[in-house]
């Protein structure tokens, strides 16, 4: 979850989004470079008392930033093609879950074995046991099954809607006559927390999601007692 | 007149201001690789269909071996299985 005065990504989770903290490293490593290098010029350009008011001709230096930025940009966008092909490959998952978007609250349905479906609601702030996180707790969590790959189909029954959890990387609309896929793949048992992020009414904020990975033993004895 | 063709004086624009060869290089790179790539999902997409006749829905024609995505980070697609029924 998203803890106070925080300025990076949350810890990944899973494989796709420590591909993309690296990728954001990168990236953000090239930004403060090139913001470094024209701080620094403009610094120098104003603190200087020498003048050359002639225009002149620059061949030189203008080929290399233009042939400079160009190759800088191929450096990024080869990396970001190629994770955002990584999202979309083909893994065999085990488990399908179905989430449908309502105003304002999610509903899970598990459809594989048994006929499982609950709504999970954002537990209101004057209900909150002492340690649970302010607007983001829900009364029914999404158990899943840690370290398998689980596919998510997300839709809406209403408005749009976006099905987002920051440290599985994950951030999918919900859209009303669509149906969206994404892919869990967790390396480590916890709750992650996620919220609605496609404004959806005066409730969109309090429309939180709890993920809850498990081992399977427990996820197995979970959905035999919810069903 | 021999010289006026747009191609002459492309060139003698060119020798002119040597500098302009790298912008002009990398703005072909980038619209050629759109061209292209318009041209691939056209010709390769499942999901278009040019032919009504012979050829009416190519997307329920797919196989799990084709690959339909321009890249493949890690899937083998010789490597898949066809377990579905068929339609």
Not at chain 1, 6 to 31: K, R
Not at chain 1, 45 to 55: P, V
Not at chain 2, 62 to 70: A, L, R, T, V
Request: hydrophobic share 40%; charged share 20%; proline share 6%.
């Amino acid at each position: 979850m998203a803890y106070p005065s925080q300025l990076g990504l949350q810890d990944a989770t899973s494989p796709i989004m420590e591909e993309l903290m690296n990728f954001h490293d990168h990236t953000l490593m090239i930004v403060f470079l090139i913001s470094s290098l024209v701080l620094y010029v403009i610094t120098l350009m104003l603190t200087t008392k020498l003048t050359h008011t002639s225009t002149m001709d620059a061949q030189e230096v203008e080929t290399i930033w233009t042939i400079l930025p160009a190759v800088i940009l191929i450096l990024i966008a080869l990396p970001s093609l190629r994770i955002l092909y990584m999202m979309d490959e083909i893994n065999n998952p085990v488990l399908t879950v179905k989430t449908m978007g309502h105003q304002w609250y999610w509903s899970y349905e598990y459809t594989d074995y048994e006929d499982l479906w609950f709504d999970s609601y954002m537990i209101p702030t004057t209900d909150l046991k002492p340690g649970e996180l302010r607007l983001l707790e829900v009364d029914n969590r999404v158990v899943l099954p840690m370290e398998l790959p689980i596919r998510m189909l997300i839709s809406s029954e209403d408005v749009l809607h976006s099905w987002a959890v920051p440290s599985l990387g994950l951030k999918t609309d919900a859209i009303k006559g669509r149906l969206n896929q994404a892919t869990i793949s967790s390396n480590r048992p916890g709750l992650f927390y996620g919220q609605c992020s496609e404004i959806c009414g005066s409730n969109h904020s309090f429309m939180p999601i709890v993920l809850e990975l498990v081992n399977l033993k427990y996820f197995e004895n979970w959905s035999v007692s919810m069903v | 007149m021999a010289g006026t063709s747009a191609g002459a004086r492309f060139y003698r624009q060119i020798k002119r201001h040597p500098g302009l060869i790298p912008m002009i290089g990398f703005i072909c790179l980038g619209m050629g690789s759109a061209g292209l790539y318009l041209l691939r999902l056209a010709l390769r997409s499942p999901d278009v269909c040019w032919d009504r006749k012979n050829n009416p829905e190519p997307w329920n024609r797919m196989s799990p071996n084709d690959q339909y995505k321009f890249l493949a980070v890690s899937t083998d697609y010789k490597k898949l299985k066809k377990d579905r029924p068929d339609f």
